[in-house]
């Protein structure tokens, strides 16, 4: 049996107060009802509160885009998984390409926030892919193997199965390119492979792994017809309402 299908927005650096409220209005108007996918938007943390007020009594979930792995402590700019949990998050998005290139993400500082978000109670949203370098050279299949070994390194099988992967070909995030559904489709073979061999069949058929690279209206359906794409993380297309319910609803 399929997995259910899972789309989270991500909002990256992205609206205001006033225009996260008006968002999240629009999209629980388009999708907020909808009952047989998962749906969550990840707005930045100046606008979690106010997000949550608004999708409160819909379907909606509300996501983090990163977080620390400390439970406290003097880590200026860095907020932790109990101050999440008290405005409402259920996801947190983790070692996201943006992350990774610009933030000094590592495999390591990947698990470490996985680990602290299984702990509280929360769901990680862990990402990986390459880069249009490492896939044109050969080493695509090194680089992903890698990230998800690390980023998995020490977790049990029960909780990694309450994690969802995002695959994000780092070459089509932002650019309009977008990978293939035969390309997405088996990228996600090859994690489901990986997650086989540390934790078995069972958690490897039941982890979900989303598509997250340039996933938009037009190509959603074809995208999510694939046998291992069980949903996708969203960018650009998840700050316009009628574009993000295109993908949650796709014709």
């Given at each position: 049996?399929a997995?259910?299908?899972?789309?989270?927005?991500?909002?990256?650096?992205?609206t205001?107060?006033?225009?996260a409220?008006?968002?999240?209005?629009?999209?629980?108007?388009?999708?907020?009802?909808?009952?047989?996918?998962?749906?969550?938007v990840c707005p930045?943390?100046?606008?979690?509160?106010?997000?949550?007020e608004?999708?409160?009594?819909s379907?909606?979930k509300?996501?983090?885009?990163?977080?620390?792995?400390?439970?406290?402590?003097?880590?200026?700019g860095k907020?932790?998984?109990?101050?999440?949990?008290?405005?409402?998050?259920?996801?947190?998005?983790?070692?996201?390409?943006?992350?990774?290139?610009?933030?000094n993400?590592?495999?390591e500082?990947?698990?470490k926030?996985?680990?602290?978000?299984?702990?509280?109670?929360?769901?990680?949203?862990?990402c990986?892919?390459?880069?249009?370098?490492?896939?044109?050279?050969?080493?695509?299949?090194?680089v992903?193997e890698?990230?998800?070994?690390?980023?998995?390194?020490?977790?049990?099988?029960?909780?990694?199965?309450?994690?969802t992967?995002a695959?994000?070909?780092?070459?089509?995030?932002?650019?309009g390119?977008?990978?293939?559904?035969q390309?997405?489709?088996?990228?996600?073979?090859?994690?489901?492979?990986i997650?086989?061999?540390?934790?078995g069949?069972?958690?490897?058929d039941?982890i979900?792994?989303?598509?997250?690279?340039?996933?938009?209206?037009?190509?959603?359906?074809?995208?999510?017809?694939e046998?291992?794409?069980?949903?996708?993380?969203?960018?650009?297309?998840?700050?316009?309402?009628?574009?993000?319910?295109?993908?949650?609803?796709p014709?």
């Open positions: 049996m997995n259910r299908v899972f789309i989270a927005g991500n909002w990256k650096m992205n205001t107060l006033d225009e409220r008006a968002l999240a209005k629009d999209v629980v108007e388009a999708v907020g009802s909808v009952g047989d996918v998962d749906v969550a930045p943390y100046t606008n979690l509160q106010a997000v949550a608004v999708i409160k009594d379907n909606v509300l996501g983090a885009q990163d977080v620390h792995w400390e439970e406290k402590g003097a880590f200026t907020v932790s998984c109990a101050m999440l949990k008290s405005v409402g998050v259920t996801y947190v998005i983790i070692g996201h390409s943006e992350q990774r290139s610009y933030f993400e590592t495999d500082t990947v698990n926030k996985t680990k602290a978000v299984l702990a509280s109670g929360l769901l990680p949203i862990v990986v892919g390459e880069t249009l370098e490492e896939r044109k050279s050969g080493s695509m299949d090194a992903i890698k990230q998800v070994k690390g980023a998995f390194g020490g977790i049990s099988a029960e909780d990694a199965s309450k994690c992967v695959y994000e070909p780092v070459w089509a995030i932002g650019t390119e977008t990978a293939t559904p390309q997405a489709n088996e990228a996600h073979i090859f994690i489901r492979k997650i086989s061999e540390l934790f069949k069972e958690t490897a039941t979900r792994i989303q598509y997250g690279g340039s996933m938009k209206p037009g190509n959603a359906k074809s995208l999510l017809e046998s291992d794409v069980d949903g996708g993380l969203i960018g650009g297309a998840a700050l316009k309402a009628s574009d993000f319910a295109g993908i949650v609803k014709k």
